[in-house]
């Protein structure tokens, strides 16, 4: 057992529990929840899938870049450099990973590739995992 860990890759960022998860799951409208609660990228998460759903490609975009800074923000105030691991396995990283999620697939909606293949690189370095559970191709 190594006293150093892993010195080629950081440790995981584990998010802290969002609040504003528990008042989605209660029901709660998302953009309540999100003007309530503006650093919660699961609120954001939430209102972009709803608008991609809806078609509403623009609204999708821009609620996903929302919650995905407000994600990033989160990382970095617990200790994310940039890079590393983000597991989807826990739960309170999930709305800055489906954020991303969204965020990849209104930019493929409106063609700009590099946007893209940017995220797509960073959902799979989060976690492997994530772009599967997402149903992102």
């Known amino acids: 057992m190594s006293l150093h860990g892993n010195l080629l890759e950081?440790?995981?960022?584990?998010?802290?529990?969002?609040?504003?998860?528990a008042e989605l799951d209660g029901g709660a409208d998302p953009a309540e929840v999100a003007a309530g609660s503006p650093s919660s990228s699961v609120a954001?998460?939430?209102l972009a899938e709803r608008a991609l759903a809806a078609g509403e490609t623009v609204a999708a975009y821009a609620y996903a870049r929302t919650g995905y800074h407000r994600g990033l923000d989160q990382l970095r105030r617990n200790g994310w450099k940039g890079f590393g691991p983000v597991p989807w396995s826990h739960?309170?990283?999930?709305?800055?990973l489906r954020s991303c999620g969204v965020l990849l697939q209104a930019a493929q909606r409106v063609g700009e590739s590099a946007e893209v293949d940017r995220l797509r690189t960073l959902i799979s370095d989060s976690d492997p995992a994530a772009l599967a559970a997402l149903g992102v191709d």
Do not use: K
């Open 10 to 21: 950081p440790d995981a960022t584990r998010l802290p529990v969002d609040p504003a998860a």
């Open 44 to 46: 954001w998460a939430e």
């Open 91 to 96: 739960e309170p990283n999930r709305g800055f």
